[in-house]
């Protein structure tokens, strides 16, 4: 699957963290700071279809489209792995690079629903019993890796073993899902594989969207962290394949698979460019991108909407902006102080400064961890709590947990003042722009928020897998699936030797007692309204918590050339289907 609920962090408008190789969300600097109808051949919404109108897509069918031409794309940093599954490729921007060369069973439309992708998946079927969910599948025989190789039962099976958590050598972007299976094996053959899980297992396509990795490429832990710091042909399937990669410049080169064996790709070229995210909308506006992120970035969007041959596409979507406080920094680990915090950020403020100069409809403060609006199952947690903007709330929190105003106007505690860091995104707008509100803001409830630049070039996403900060901002790269990844960010589990430790992509490394008895009812519960029920659930602890401060929903704003097709803001969806994108004629 390509857009599964991980979340990838992004720092401002371009790099983010993804987990969609599991279903989960993914993280991004921010640098602008299960359906049955197949995935190949003409698009078929209709306009009237709300799924057509979820997106900004130039939704056009293949036979309107030419034959030729190529796109060019880029990634804002240097490729350290090849694996998306592993903790240090969970990104975005690494995500959409590899989509054209990746298995993808399911596809997504703009609603976020799961179509099953017929190159890959034959068909998918459930069954219940004595409790627990058996999902057996039946694969296109005709599905190959790059070298030859049929994909099969085996992939599935090591790629289950090596991201389902017990083996914590393995640095896993998140194992939820995989952790909720049983058994994996072949059926009648390799062609068939039946998958049984411990429980029911509501989001089970999160899983199986993503397709398998290859056996050979996941065999230890040592092949799995390291083995994929170059790029390995075999590894990899797809509508393109890759053809060039300059380390030097960071120049990707794909074109199409000569095994392949679906709907030929109309483009006989895509090119990834290493390009520093503040750099790229002058690029775009000068004709050397064809495709670029904007997100948040008020003088990005304007320079997009001006560039010639170009359009700006729009849709929601189910990214949003926040801070992560590292419960393990000094003072942090104080749910008071992280609440006091909360109550001292203006968030509305923040949210219309990052986006001023975006279309105003597009500016949504956020007030939910788990839940977007938009979603089924919004509930505003910060109204729900009464743990809003309220600065005499917030200093009234540290006064009744001991803390005194210093002489400095900080407060102070057993001869300490409450000096917080925030790691600001070098070069990431959005990041400087939110550290000098939250300095001044929360300056004025006796916080001192001190800064340390972070070179994104060379410390991203190392600054969040090493937890080199206080507080810092990223965007969550969502997916359809709000509660699949509760786990990933906000859980923790036992290692080899018993010991509970935070989840990779719990930045925070906070333990919330709520999630973790929740989190195994709604992993499990197949009834939609009680899901949502215990979501919310979910979502108010985390709020109370103090987990993140979600800040706004990051729109999705997409400048792309104007006769690019298939391609664009893609609503709920994360990732096109490449072989469909092309040039109109």
């Not at 896993?172 to 899902?177: C, F, L, P």
């Not at 053959?189 to 990795?213: H, L, M, N």
């Not at 916080?447 to 090493?466: A, F, H, I, M």
Request: proline share 6%; net charge negative.
């Amino acid at each position: 699957m390509k857009q599964p609920k991980v979340l990838l962090p992004i720092i401002a408008g371009g790099l983010a963290l993804v987990l969609a190789a599991c279903g989960g969300p993914v993280a991004t600097p921010d640098t602008s700071a299960s359906g049955s109808a197949p995935a190949t051949g003409a698009p078929s919404a209709e306009p009237s279809d709300p799924a057509a109108s979820a997106w900004d897509i130039n939704e056009t069918p293949r036979d309107q489209l030419v034959q030729g031409g190529e796109f060019i794309g880029s990634i804002g940093y240097p490729i350290s792995t090849w694996n998306q599954f592993n903790i240090n490729g969970n990104d975005a921007e690494l995500v959409q690079l590899q989509a054209p060369i990746s298995p993808a069973y399911y596809d997504y439309n703009g609603l976020g629903e799961p179509v099953i992708n017929n190159d890959y998946l034959e068909s998918a079927t459930e069954d219940v019993t004595d409790g627990k969910l058996t999902i057996t599948m039946k694969l296109n025989p005709k599905a190959v890796w790059n070298d030859g190789k049929v994909i099969g039962a085996d992939d599935w099976i090591a790629t289950w073993k090596a991201n389902n958590g017990e083996d914590r050598d393995f640095a896993v972007a998140s194992s939820d899902g995989w952790s909720e299976i049983e058994s994996i094996k072949a059926g009648a053959d390799q062609q068939e594989v039946i998958i049984t899980f411990k429980s029911t297992y509501p989001d089970w396509t999160a899983i199986v969207s993503t397709g398998p990795q290859r056996a050979e490429g996941v065999k230890d832990a040592k092949t799995y962290n390291d083995g994929w710091a170059d790029y390995v042909d075999e590894y990899f399937t797809g509508p393109f394949k890759v053809s060039s990669w300059d380390k030097t410049s960071g120049t990707v080169v794909m074109e199409p698979n000569p095994n392949w064996w679906g709907d030929k790709p109309l483009l006989d070229k895509l090119t990834w460019k290493q390009i520093a995210d503040d750099a790229k909308s002058a690029a775009f506006a000068n004709q050397e991108l064809d495709y670029y992120d904007i997100g948040p970035n008020p003088a990005g969007y304007q320079e997009a909407s001006s560039a010639q041959n170009s359009v700006v596409r729009k849709s929601n979507g189910p990214d949003y902006r926040h801070f992560t406080l590292n419960s393990k920094s000094p003072f942090l680990d104080d749910v008071n102080v992280r609440q006091a915090i909360l109550m001292g950020l203006d968030r509305e403020t923040i949210a219309a400064s990052d986006m001023a100069g975006l279309p105003e409809d597009m500016i949504k403060k956020l007030d939910n961890n788990l839940y977007v609006h938009g979603l089924p199952g919004y509930v505003d947690q910060a109204a729900a709590t009464g743990l809003d903007y309220n600065p005499d709330g917030a200093k009234q929190k540290l006064e009744g947990a001991g803390w005194a105003l210093n002489s400095a106007g900080f407060y102070e505690k057993d001869g300490k003042q409450l000096d917080i860091e925030f790691a600001t995104l070098g070069g990431v707008s959005t990041s400087e722009n939110e550290y000098v509100l939250a300095h001044d803001q929360l300056k004025a409830i006796g916080v001192n928020l001190t800064q340390r630049v972070v070179d994104v070039s060379k410390d991203w996403p190392g600054v969040l897998v090493e937890h080199k900060f206080g507080i810092v901002a990223f965007s969550w790269i969502g997916t359809p699936y709000p509660l699949n990844n509760i786990g990933q960010i906000y859980g923790v589990s036992k290692n080899k030797k018993g010991e509970e430790v935070p989840n990779d992509s719990n930045y925070a490394q906070l333990r919330i007692d709520k999630v973790q008895e929740l989190k195994p009812l709604i992993d499990t519960e197949m009834d939609p309204a009680k899901r949502t029920e215990l979501g919310n659930q979910a979502a108010q602890a985390i709020w109370e918590a103090v987990h993140t401060i979600p800040l706004y929903q990051r729109p999705r704003l997409v400048g792309v050339r104007d006769t690019l097709a298939n391609i664009g803001a893609l609503g709920m969806s994360r990732v096109p289907v490449w072989e469909n994108v092309g040039y109109t004629k």
